[in-house]
């Protein structure tokens, strides 16, 4: 009697039942909500160099199926007024049975944002929307896994309670201009207290620029000082004036408007 090929075909039918097998018992955890994400209220290692922004987000991934998910990628989005950044972490694996303690990281380059929704970021407290993908390979390869997850969390500015004091400034007379003395005041978020930062301010008026002047400061929990603006003497009568602040650190910069009535320099 041959058996060869008898044999070879049983080897066939019992491959295709251990692969049926596989993909039964993976599909079926997944469809019934087999993997759960569970994230901290805060990132970790939060760092600001070169207008990059990088932070890890642990998470906790539970697997409910019966293998492994290989090649994990996490990817993560940030939603900020309308402000989309994206970014993805290296691969990971996620076991099975088991909740598994991920610490991806993510970059995301600040230099990418229009102007102004920089400045409501650096400056401006706000809702933020995180949607967090993973996406892996789930039974020996021959399944895609893959989960979301959606928070809402509070984006706290880098720069807070800024106060310019263009309206009590002091004043000093200075030949055919006026030297205007104007008071400034912030607080810095954890992630910039050490860094030095350059300030540019730029008086206007109501047909253009007055003034201008810069200050380079290192970076504390609450700034103070005071700068000079030489502006022409012109200005010491009353009238509506805007300071316009520009600020550099980490490689980012954002500018920011204060308006105000000057009352004159009587």
Do not use: C
Request: charge should be negative; hydrophobic fraction near 45%.
């Amino acid at each position: 009697m041959r058996w060869g090929p008898f044999a070879l075909r049983a080897g066939a039918v019992a491959v295709q039942l251990f692969v049926a097998a596989i993909l039964v018992l993976s599909v079926l955890p997944l469809a019934t909500g087999g993997i759960e994400i569970n994230t901290p209220n805060e990132a970790s290692a939060v760092s600001l160099q070169d207008g990059v922004l990088t932070m890890g987000f642990p998470l906790e991934v539970y697997n409910g199926g019966y293998f492994d998910i290989d090649d994990v990628r996490v990817s993560i989005a940030m939603d900020a007024n309308g402000t989309v950044l994206t970014s993805a972490a290296e691969a990971m694996d996620i076991r099975s049975g088991m909740v598994n303690h991920l610490d991806p990281t993510f970059s995301f380059d600040l230099n990418d944002i229009a102007p102004a929704k920089l400045a409501s970021m650096v400056f401006e407290r706000s809702q933020m929307v995180l949607d967090i993908d993973v996406e892996g390979t789930y039974s020996l390869g021959l399944v895609g896994a893959d989960a979301s997850y959606r928070r809402t969390v509070d984006w706290e500015p880098l720069v807070r309670s800024l106060v310019l004091s263009p309206d009590e400034p002091s004043w000093e007379e200075n030949g055919t201009a006026i030297d205007l003395l104007m008071r400034y005041s912030f607080d810095a978020s954890p992630l910039l207290i050490g860094l030095e930062t350059g300030m540019a301010f730029t008086l206007i008026g109501e047909d253009g620029p007055l003034g201008d002047a810069t200050a380079t400061i290192v970076l504390a929990h609450h700034n103070e000082g005071v700068v000079r603006l030489t502006v022409p003497a012109s200005m010491m009568g009353p009238q509506d004036l805007m300071v316009d602040l520009g600020l550099s650190v980490g490689g980012v910069e954002a500018h920011i408007d204060r308006e105000y009535r000057w009352e004159g320099a009587a």
